[in-house]
């Protein structure tokens, strides 16, 4: 266990067992925490890890006055190698498997589901499986389908990380995992099995309030994605305008303000 401390925010870093994992967490506490108000669990995107959030998370737990919590999934970041290939199942799996384990040792009762791009998909998918523990749902660039947008930005990204460079910048996030991270991305969307993906299932399982963010030039998904998961759940939906797939680096300020605004009446 390491504890930090970075300006008005406690930082403290953990292992979690997953199965035969070993999964890496960070846990920020702000200095203001606001009475009765749950922690938000992120859930990061397909190459993604804690420390490629950046500050998003220590943004958040200051403007909203909760607990943020980030984790590397098995296979990512700092957490233990992975080496089978993803189910088509995967996004799904996330609930049901790794959240468990989560909440029972960081004695996460309840909590905000909040998810970028893939990890929008399971943060909707722990919603709809875990209706006692989410207390609201928050998708940024989130995907609800396959599109043909989608697929080319996919095809795209595996082009250009055959350039030594763009793998190396990859590598210092993942170490000796980069290139089990990168296919397990650019494979399980491209593949046949995954053709018919959706979250349509769980979205119709979705009970509580929800917020759906895009940005207008995301290069992975149009925003009949948010469209689709506003609609789909009653929830509410932010078009942020000259942005791309990822805010919390492009806008962190917009971004945080959005959530933390959406997340005032929330317990």
């Known amino acids: 266990m390491t504890t930090l401390l970075s300006g ?56 909203s006055g909760r607990v943020v919590i980030a984790y590397d999934r098995p296979g990512f970041g700092q957490s233990s190698v992975r080496e089978d290939i993803l189910p088509a199942s995967f996004i799904a799996d996330e609930g049901r498997t790794v959240v468990p384990a989560l909440c029972e040792q960081l004695d996460l009762t309840r909590f905000v589901a909040c998810g970028h791009s893939v990890g929008g998909g399971m943060a909707v998918h722990t919603a709809a499986q875990h209706p006692e523990k989410v207390t609201a749902l928050v998708t940024i660039a989130a995907q609800a389908l396959i599109e043909d947008r989608t697929l080319e930005g996919v095809r795209e990204a595996r082009t250009a990380f055959a350039d030594p460079g763009a793998f190396d910048r990859l590598a210092l996030y993942h170490g000796d995992k980069a290139r089990w991270v990168l296919d397990a991305w650019t494979e399980s969307w491209l593949s046949p099995a995954f053709a018919h ?62 959530i933390s605004s959406f997340l005032v009446n929330i317990s």
């Open 197 to 258: 993906w959706s979250l349509d299932d769980a979205l119709a399982g979705v009970r509580c309030s929800t917020l759906a963010i895009h940005g207008a030039l995301d290069e992975y998904g149009s925003i009949r994605h948010q469209e689709h998961i506003a609609n789909s759940t009653g929830g509410q939906k932010v078009i942020l305008e000259g942005r791309g797939h990822t805010p919390h680096r492009e806008c962190p300020d917009l971004l945080v303000e959005t």
């Open 8 to 63: 008005t925010v406690h930082v403290e870093t953990r292992a979690v067992t997953v199965g035969n994992s070993t999964v890496h967490v960070r846990c920020w506490t702000p200095e203001v925490r606001l009475p009765g108000k749950v922690p938000v669990l992120l859930f990061h995107d397909s190459l993604g890890c804690i420390a490629l959030w950046r500050d998003f998370p220590e943004r958040l737990a200051v403007a």
